[in-house]
């Protein structure tokens, strides 16, 4: 309780978060990442951690704003364009999916809701990595396959692609989701095969899935 008030008061970091709370460092982080792991903390794009969306579904029995959208916009998404479309957040120095829809038949890159991957290959960790904050950004693209000219060209046109970054032969190609705020909260992604979208997946897709990515941004 005293970790949830600290972080409920003003959005805070590990060393904020002992101050606060008089823990010790290694306690602190303990409870953080597991009050994280069920929902009750978020860490933002600036790695402190504030209240968590399973608070709210606790206090009023309503749901994830971001999923509420993602349920009505995915599945036209994947109609659209007959491949596997994905929502992504960050946490920390991952990628979580907390949001899919799939292709009822045919070969599909289905990525299970819950699923963890690096920040450091693929269309969706690219969008992610260009609006972080610069702190993470560095410690991304120091293991990341792609560089700080791509995440420069990704604000540019506002949309990512990658061809057999993430798993060999398949590409996908992601958009930045803003919320209310402007702030980029999330990456929404198509990707299927190689051999049927294509090596240049952004040409094919990108325009709708920016359209998708506003959808979110206005049901949010």
Excluded at 49 to 58: D, H, K, V
Excluded at 125 to 154: H, M, N, T
């Amino acid at each position: 309780m005293a970790v949830l008030r600290a972080a409920a008061t003003e959005p805070c970091g590990l060393s904020e978060l002992c101050q606060r709370t008089g823990l010790p460092r290694a306690t602190a982080h303990r409870l953080a990442v597991g009050l994280e792991a069920h929902g009750l903390l978020h860490r933002g794009p600036d790695n402190r951690w504030r209240p968590g969306p399973a608070l709210a579904e606790l206090a009023t029995g309503g749901g994830d704003p971001l999923l509420e959208a993602a349920s009505a916009v995915l599945p036209r998404l994947r109609d659209i364009t007959g491949e596997s479309v994905q929502l992504y957040r960050r946490e920390g120095t991952q990628r979580v999916c907390v949001a899919a829809a799939e292709p009822a038949s045919g070969l599909r890159d289905t990525v299970p809701v819950g699923t963890r991957l690096p920040m450091t290959a693929g269309s969706g960790a690219k969008v992610l990595a260009a609006w972080a904050e610069p702190s993470l950004q560095r410690s991304v693209l120091a293991e990341a396959v792609f560089g700080e000219r791509v995440l420069i060209d990704v604000r540019r046109r506002g949309w990512a692609q990658s061809v057999a970054e993430r798993e060999s032969g398949v590409a996908s190609v992601s958009a930045p989701v803003r919320d209310a705020a402007g702030q980029v909260v999330a990456a929404v992604s198509v990707s299927g095969p190689v051999d049927r979208i294509g090596r240049r997946p952004g040409v094919r897709w990108a325009a709708d899935l920016l359209a998708a990515a506003e959808a979110l941004h206005q049901r949010l």
